[in-house]
């Protein structure tokens, strides 16, 4: 008798859901917003299947739907689906909004926040005419610029906070499950290590959303 392999990486649990599940998992093309609890009907579904651990099926479910193009589906009235693919409830406006900002703030914090035209264009302010440059009086520029350093002198230096070096890791000592910091932008976070891929390294971050890593991106 052929003994099956046990499937631990996110990215096969996500395949083999998909050929499982077709009418509910996708990896290209449209995505559907899956139904509220459909661990538990997968679990029981799976129920007997020594591949895969309702562990690493909760930590893929969870991998699947923080992904970009999972949320960017999440919008109001969009009909949610189950493991057979029969629509079952509706996304109302408070699962919308919460989509839409958990998107957000992943995008931000890799560095594909979009520029819009109001962020990078500065309202123009008009340069004062030769008239009114002659007209200005040199007690007003006197008193303008006594209150320019008096205000600067009032300023105080904000306090510098001492924060805790962080320490790179060494890949041999890097399992899943363990609690390491991550590098986003200029402010590292505590994770938990859910996956370990060759060079890639899946994490998940106090607030529950996964991201994608590497190790200089990791410290202790």
Not at 159 to 168: H, M
Request: hydrophobic share 35%; net charge positive; with cysteine.
């Amino acid at each position: 008798m052929e003994t099956e392999i046990k499937r631990t990486s996110t990215k096969d649990i996500i395949a083999y859901l998909t050929e499982k599940f077709p009418a509910c998992f996708s990896i290209k093309g449209p995505v559907k917003p899956l139904k509220i609890g459909i661990f538990q009907d997968l679990a029981e579904k799976l129920d007997g299947d020594e591949t895969v651990s309702k562990t690493r099926l909760r930590q893929a479910l969870r991998h699947y739907t923080s992904s970009w193009r999972y949320l960017k589906v999440i919008k109001v009235g969009t009909a949610r689906v189950d493991i057979e693919g029969k629509e079952v409830a509706q996304i109302d406006e408070e699962q919308a909004a919460y989509a839409s900002k958990a998107l957000k703030e992943s995008q931000e914090k890799f560095g594909n926040k979009k520029v819009t035209d109001s962020d990078s264009k500065k309202p123009y302010k008009a340069k004062p005419s030769s008239t009114e440059a002659a007209t200005s009086k040199p007690a007003d520029k006197k008193r303008d610029t006594a209150k320019f350093k008096t205000v600067k002198s009032a300023a105080k230096k904000p306090a510098k906070q001492e924060v805790a070096p962080l320490k790179p890791v060494e890949s041999t000592s890097i399992k899943v499950g363990s609690q390491v910091r991550v590098q986003l932008g200029n402010s590292p976070m505590k994770a938990t290590i859910t996956e370990i891929s060759g060079k890639d390294i899946s994490v998940q971050l106090d607030s529950g959303m996964v991201i994608k890593t590497q190790l200089q991106n990791i410290y202790l």
